[in-house]
């Protein structure tokens, strides 16, 4: 497979994997119209990506499973069973991923309203939509790794609150400051709570037998400081997530 590189203005002619030869046809180019809606009988060709799982992605045209472990560097990835390109990263800015109705990926400008296949079995000359423009992606926001499943999934790290996983709905600390940090806190406020239960508790156990009303005040402040201290313990043992980079 060749590597991923920008072409020049005529950069929608190539497709981002060089196909093998095949026969030369004299068939006229085909003119297709495409919708980015894909409506009822309209070929929907624009690839939207979809950020990988783990070490595998599907195959866009025949879903067979396709190993990118040692290929996340590329933008794209070449389907060992149909021979055939399937986008893993985004495409670069002003560039969008188009797929001809024969399964050749090609980029082009995210302004192309044209661009013809470059397959000589095929050359179809493909008519795009005008592309809806694509939402900004928020600051601070980035890819994590789960801590308990190990799948991937976007976590704004500019949030003060710990990330629930999406696939394993399980909670955990985006870096070890936040979950320290809380560690912390709650150990301060249980040892605050202790020694305020211990003050009151040696300051009025003269009078406890004439005012019963103090043991609420003993219980309350020791089981504030026994909470206080769970939740510290919670906060300092929780899994650390790892977050990948941004977005």
């Known amino acids: 497979m060749m590597p991923f590189s920008e072409q020049e203005d005529d950069s929608e002619n190539q497709p981002l994997i060089k196909a093998e030869p095949r026969a030369a046809s004299t068939r006229d180019p085909i003119p297709v ?6 409506g009822a009988g309209l070929e929907r060709t624009l690839e939207w990506v979809s950020l990988p799982s783990g ?3 599907t195959c866009r045209v025949c879903q067979a499973t396709v190993d990118i472990s040692d290929k996340q560097d590329q933008h794209v ?3 060992s069973a149909c021979n055939e390109a399937t986008p893993i990263r985004n495409p670069p800015p002003g560039k969008k991923y188009v797929r001809c109705p024969c399964n050749c990926l090609l980029i082009c400008r995210s302004s192309s309203q044209r661009i013809a296949c470059p397959r000589i079995a095929c050359k179809r000359i493909i008519n795009l939509a005008p592309s ?8 601070g926001m980035a890819r994590v790794t789960c801590a308990h499943c190990s799948d991937s999934f976007l ?4 949030n003060n609150s710990l990330a629930r996983c999406p696939h394993c709905r399980k909670l955990s600390s ?3 400051d936040f979950s320290r940090s809380r560690g912390i806190i709650h150990l301060v406020l249980a040892f605050l709570f202790l020694a305020v239960g211990i003050g009151v508790t040696l ?3 003269a009078v406890v037998e004439r005012k019963g009303g103090l043991f609420v005040v003993y219980i309350g402040a020791f089981a504030v400081a026994l909470f206080f201290f769970v939740r510290s313990i919670y906060y300092f043992t929780m899994k650390i997530s790892r977050v990948e980079g941004p977005m």
Do not use: A, D, R
């Open 155 to 158: 976590f704004n790290t500019l």
């Open 33 to 38: 119209s495409v919708s980015v809606e894909g």
């Open 77 to 79: 990835v070449k389907c």
């Open 203 to 205: 300051g009025t156990y």
């Open 174 to 176: 985006v870096g070890g």
């Open 55 to 57: 070490s595998v992605v």
């Open 132 to 139: 809806p423009s694509l939402p900004s992606v928020p600051m």
